[in-house]
C-alpha cells in the first residue's frame, strides 16, 4: 500500500529544478539530465550483468561452465575499457560547451529556445548585497530599492551585480539559474531571464549563521506593464536608503518583511564594495576611484604603488625573491643533528642587508 501512495504523494511535489521557468535553468536541467543518461549507459549494464553472472554461475547451478584455467578475453578487455571511455570522452566534451555556454557572467544571448536577444530588450541590471540574514536589492536604473523582494519583467534579461555586507553567500533562485557567491569586498556576476509570469522562490544556498533559514525571497515574474506600476508604486515610499540607513540596515536581523525605498544613493552598492560604508571610512584610494569617489573592487582594481604583485601576474625573472622562505637553505641538519629545532622550520625570514650588517657589527 506505501508503494502504491508514494506516487499520489511525490505528485504535490515540484520538481523546480528540472521544471524551471527560465531559460538558463531549463538548459541546466538538460545537461543534468544528459549527464545522468550518458552515466547509465554503464550503470545499468553493469547492475544488470552483475545480477546474471550472480545467478548463472551460482554453486547450485551445476550446468553452468567451469573454466578455472580462463584468465584473458581481448574483446572482453576492449567493452570493459572502451566503454567508459567514450563515455568519459562525451561528458567531458559536454561539460566544456556547457561550462562555456551557461558561464555566469557571460551575457545572455537568447530568452528562450528559438528567441534571440533584441537589441531593444536591453538587460535589467540589478545590484544585490546579502546581508544578515536579508537581501537588499538596488535598481540603479529606476532609482529604487528593496529587501526580500524581487520583480523582473518577462522574457527580459537581467544581469545581476552581487557582493555581500559580512559573510560569503550564495543567490539561488532555482527557477532561474544556478547558485552563485556573493563576498565582501568583491563583486560577482550572474546573467538569468524568467521565460513565464508567476511567483518564484529565491533563498540563499549557503548556511551563514542563525538567521539562515529565514533568509528568504519572493522572485516575482510580471509582465511589462505590470513591472512599470510596480515601479511607480515603490517610488511613491518615503524612506531613502542613503548611508546612515544602509548602516542600520546592515545590522543582523531575522525574517524581515519585505520593504520598499523610493530613493537610493546612486553610490551606495560601489561603498558596500568597497567595504567604506562606516562613519569615517575613506573610499577614494590613491586616486583611482570611479565617478562617486569609491574605489573599485579588490578583484577589479589596478595595483597600488605599493603593494604586492599577484603571484599569477609576478614576472617569472623575480620569483624567489622574496625575504621569506619556506625551508633552511644549504645542507638540512637532519642527518647531522636529528634533534634540532631547524628541523621543524616551516618558514623563515631572511634578514634585510641593512639589518644583517648592523647585527654583524654589533
Known amino acids: 500500500m506505501a508503494a502504491l501512495a508514494l506516487p499520489v504523494l511525490a505528485g504535490g511535489c515540484s520538481l523546480v529544478v528540472m521544471d524551471p521557468a527560465g531559460d538558463v535553468a531549463r538548459q541546466q536541467a538538460r545537461l543534468i539530465l544528459w549527464s545522468t543518461g550518458l552515466m547509465l549507459l554503464i550503470i545499468v549494464p553493469v547492475i544488470a550483468l552483475t545480477v546474471v553472472f550472480a545467478y548463472k554461475y551460482r554453486a547450485t547451478?551445476?550446468?553452468?561452465?567451469?573454466?578455472?584455467?580462463?584468465?584473458?578475453?581481448?574483446?572482453?578487455?576492449?567493452?570493459?575499457?572502451?566503454?567508459?571511455?567514450?563515455?568519459?570522452?562525451?561528458?567531458?566534451?559536454?561539460t566544456w560547451v556547457s561550462t562555456h555556454l551557461?558561464?555566469?557572467?557571460?551575457?545572455?544571448?537568447?530568452?528562450?529556445?528559438?528567441?534571440?536577444?533584441?537589441?531593444?530588450?536591453?538587460?535589467?541590471?540589478?545590484?544585490?548585497?546579502?546581508?544578515?540574514?536579508?537581501?537588499?536589492?538596488?535598481y540603479p536604473e529606476q532609482g529604487i530599492a528593496t529587501v526580500n523582494e524581487l520583480v523582473m519583467p518577462v522574457d527580459r534579461p537581467v544581469r545581476f551585480r552581487m557582493t555581500s555586507s559580512s559573510v560569503m553567500n550564495t543567490l539561488w533562485i532555482p527557477s532561474m539559474a544556478g547558485m552563485i557567491y556573493t563576498m565582501p569586498g568583491m563583486e560577482t556576476t550572474l546573467h538569468g531571464v524568467l521565460n513565464r509570469a508567476g511567483r518564484f522562490e529565491g533563498r540563499s544556498g549557503h548556511y551563514s549563521g542563525a538567521g539562515f533559514s529565514g533568509m528568504t525571497f519572493w522572485t516575482h515574474a510580471v509582465p511589462d506593464a505590470r513591472f512599470d506600476q510596480w515601479v511607480a508604486g515603490v517610488k511613491r515610499q518615503p524612506r531613502a536608503l542613503d548611508i546612515a540607513l544602509y548602516n542600520q540596515l546592515e545590522k543582523p536581523s531575522e525574517n524581515v518583511r519585505p520593504l520598499g525605498f523610493g530613493r537610493v544613493d546612486p553610490a551606495l552598492f560601489r561603498r558596500i564594495v568597497a567595504?567604506?560604508?562606516?562613519?569615517?571610512?575613506?573610499?577614494?584610494?590613491?586616486?583611482?576611484?570611479?565617478?562617486h569617489g569609491?574605489?573599485?573592487?579588490?578583484?577589479?582594481?589596478?595595483?597600488?604603488?605599493?603593494?604586492?604583485?599577484?603571484?599569477?601576474?609576478?614576472?617569472?625573472?623575480?620569483?624567489?625573491?622574496?625575504?621569506?622562505?619556506?625551508?633552511?637553505?644549504?645542507?638540512?641538519?637532519?642527518?647531522?643533528?636529528?634533534?634540532?629545532?631547524a628541523n621543524r622550520s616551516l618558514t623563515m625570514l631572511e634578514p634585510s642587508a641593512p639589518f644583517a650588517a648592523a647585527s654583524a657589527r654589533g
Open 275 to 291: 567595504m567604506c560604508t562606516r562613519p569615517g571610512t575613506a573610499c577614494a584610494e590613491h586616486g583611482q576611484g570611479d565617478a
Open 102 to 138: 551557461l558561464d555566469p557572467y557571460r551575457p545572455l544571448s537568447r530568452v528562450a529556445l528559438g528567441k534571440p536577444v533584441e537589441a531593444a530588450n536591453r538587460a535589467l541590471e540589478i545590484e544585490v548585497v546579502s546581508l544578515d540574514w536579508k537581501w537588499l536589492f538596488i
Open 61 to 94: 547451478n551445476e550446468d553452468a561452465p567451469y573454466e578455472p584455467d580462463w584468465d584473458h578475453s581481448t574483446g572482453l578487455e576492449l567493452v570493459i575499457w572502451a566503454a567508459p571511455l567514450m563515455i568519459v570522452i562525451a561528458l567531458g566534451a559536454l
Open 294 to 341: 569609491v574605489r573599485a573592487p579588490a578583484n577589479d582594481r589596478t595595483p597600488r604603488p605599493d603593494e604586492a604583485e599577484a603571484p599569477l601576474t609576478r614576472d617569472p625573472a623575480n620569483l624567489g625573491t622574496s625575504p621569506h622562505r619556506n625551508a633552511p637553505r644549504g645542507a638540512a641538519p637532519g642527518a647531522s643533528a636529528p634533534g634540532s629545532n
